[in-house]
């Protein structure tokens, strides 16, 4: 990660992993400009000179777009999180075997967990710093793994974050072409205690469920070791890579 990022972006800053990366980013960075994207910007959450929430609609390309210019119009961007995502919600959950599979859930999962991502990539990774060290991380998840899948099931969710693995290895061979400072990675938090994973903690081993603080500061630390020798990869909150 750049040493002091000065143009910091995060997307889906509403996010309890987002959020608290924008907390840690403030705090350490006092200085940045730090920019929140999220369909519900709430200026107040982390009130701090430095931050600055604006509203994007995700369903709408241009105003990604928009977004972008916005973001990178005073200087290049250092840092940018994508923070966006979805299991479940009150009328979807992960499917625990073919019968469970629909159309809809599926095609809801892949424009949150893929398509989502791939667009933000489309117009923010040219607005990354040229001159200096610039990374893009998107948030992914170890069950993307095709190779450590060993219990099956959440086949939309899988099958949309081993997909956004292949869109972070395409885009981070692609930028290389026309900017050999960026780094192109994707992120597994870990599990943390989120509405995303609620409904799932009781599954989870003692002492690996993660606040959002720290598996945020994890990443942010995994995010320091990088260099373009690891762009295009995936890596978990323990800075452990994760394989496809």
Not at 98 to 108: A, G, H, M, T, Y
Not at 163 to 177: D, F, G, P, S, W
Request: with cysteine; glycine share 6%; charged share 20%.
């Amino acid at each position: 990660m750049p040493a002091k990022p000065k143009n910091i972006v995060v997307i889906g800053s509403s996010g309890a992993i987002a959020s608290a990366f924008i907390k840690r980013l403030a705090d350490e960075n006092p200085e940045a400009s730090i920019k929140g994207f999220s369909r519900h910007p709430d200026q107040s959450k982390h009130a701090s000179a430095n931050i600055l929430y604006q509203l994007i609609d995700y369903e709408d390309e241009s105003s990604i777009a928009r977004c972008a210019q916005m973001a990178s119009s005073q200087a290049p961007i250092d840092l940018l999180l994508v923070g966006n995502g979805i299991l479940h919600d009150a009328q979807m959950r992960p499917e625990k075997s073919l019968k469970d599979l629909s159309v809809e859930n599926f095609q809801r999962v892949f424009a949150i967990n893929t398509i989502l991502p791939a667009l933000i990539a489309k117009h923010f990774l040219p607005k990354l710093n040229r001159k200096s060290p610039s990374i893009f991380a998107a948030l992914t998840a170890r069950v993307g793994s095709i190779s450590d899948n060993r219990l099956g099931g959440w086949y939309a969710y899988r099958a949309s974050k081993a997909a956004l693995n292949m869109i972070i290895k395409n885009a981070a061979i692609e930028v290389q072409r026309t900017n050999k400072q960026a780094i192109v990675v994707g992120l597994h938090p870990g599990t943390v205690d989120s509405d995303l994973s609620k409904p799932f903690q009781g599954n989870v081993p003692e002492g690996k469920l993660f606040t959002p603080d720290y598996s945020a500061g994890q990443l942010l630390a995994v995010l320091a070791t990088l260099s373009n020798e690891h762009s295009g990869k995936c890596f978990a909150w323990d800075g452990q890579e994760i394989q496809a």
